[in-house]
């Protein structure tokens, strides 16, 4: 039997709350390597490569061989197990956002109906290859990964839209259209009145769908955004509190500052100072101080 072996990154902090990687990784199991019952707070899609093994969600199992994919949703209780004779060796993707909800939709998986044969494993392969070999701390990665992993979902889109229609939901749609005009138009001074008005429906349908697909509410995820944008501009140093504040759509300064402290923990003046201190390169001490004592 080949060598057992994981390979796996997981990143512990994301800027980007649109669609951000949770984890991923390569794996050859050990004879019976389980995992679960338990539920993940993410999105997960994995591809089997060889052998064999089961996944089990609700009162169903899968058996799974090579070209097989199966996906997991944000508290969804599963479970899977290697074969105890040709343990399998999978790919994995983890990831969340804002628009992960939405995205996934369009993908050929369910709850009810959480597995998929892909007709390209090899180019799903490659696909999801590309989301680990672009793996690291910085921005950079950060920005690759992400790209990698749309590619992959789009990919996936096309499996979706051969294998049967696949229509987003009206409710989806208005939730996407409602993101689409905030992400346009957050330093504006927009209310939630303006987003309904823009996706045509009422205030409080509005808030429903949001609640129903996102888990917050229109304001919240205005909020959010704009505190989002707010943290990119006060790293780059540039502009003052109350600049920034106009840019993300607060025409009153103290009134930012209340909702970014109740955001982040602080106030904006201590983030600048936090990320300069972060950004200063360590001070050099001097030859007698670095003598141990």
């Known amino acids: ?21 949770f984890n991923c990784g390569l794996e050859r199991c050990a004879p019976g390597h389980a995992w679960g019952p338990g539920i ?5 899609i994995h591809l089997v490569l060889s052998g064999k093994g089961s996944f089990h969600s609700g009162d169903r199992t899968w058996e799974l061989v090579p070209g097989d994919m199966f996906y997991v949703s944000p508290n969804q209780l599963i479970s899977y197990t290697a074969d105890s004779q040709q343990p399998w060796e999978y790919c994995w993707v983890g990831f969340n956002g ?10 050929p998986f369910t709850d009810a109906e959480p597995v998929h044969r892909t007709p390209d494993p090899a180019g799903m392969r490659r696909a ?27 990919a996936l889109m096309r499996e979706t839209g051969e294998r049967k229609p696949h229509n987003t ?3 989806s749609q208005y939730v996407l259209n409602a993101i689409k005009f905030i992400q346009f138009n957050f330093s504006h001074d927009i209310s939630i009145d303006d987003v309904a008005k823009s996706v045509g429906v009422s205030r409080s349908h509005l808030y429903r769908v949001f609640m129903s ?5 229109p304001i919240d995820y205005l909020t959010e955004y704009r505190i989002h944008e707010a943290c990119k501009l006060l790293r780059t140093g540039g502009l003052s509190i109350a600049e920034v504040a106009i840019s993300v759509g607060f025409f009153d300064q103290f009134y930012f500052s209340r909702v970014f402290k109740r955001a982040m923990g602080m106030p904006p003046s201590r983030y600048i100072a936090a990320q300069q201190a972060e950004a200063a390169p360590a001070e050099t001490l001097p030859a007698d101080s670095a003598r141990p004592e």
């Open 1 to 21: 039997m080949p060598d057992v072996y994981k390979q796996s990154f997981k990143q512990n902090y994301t800027s980007n709350i649109e669609l951000s990687i």
């Open 40 to 44: 993940r707070d993410h999105y997960l």
């Open 98 to 107: 804002a628009c992960a909800h939405n995205l996934v939709t369009h993908l």
């Open 128 to 154: 999801m290859e590309h989301i680990f070999q672009s793996r690291g701390m910085n921005p950079q990665d950060e920005a690759a990964m992400v790209g990698y992993l749309y590619l992959f979902i789009a």
């Open 169 to 171: 939901s009206s409710s």
């Open 213 to 217: 697909n996102l888990g917050k509410s």
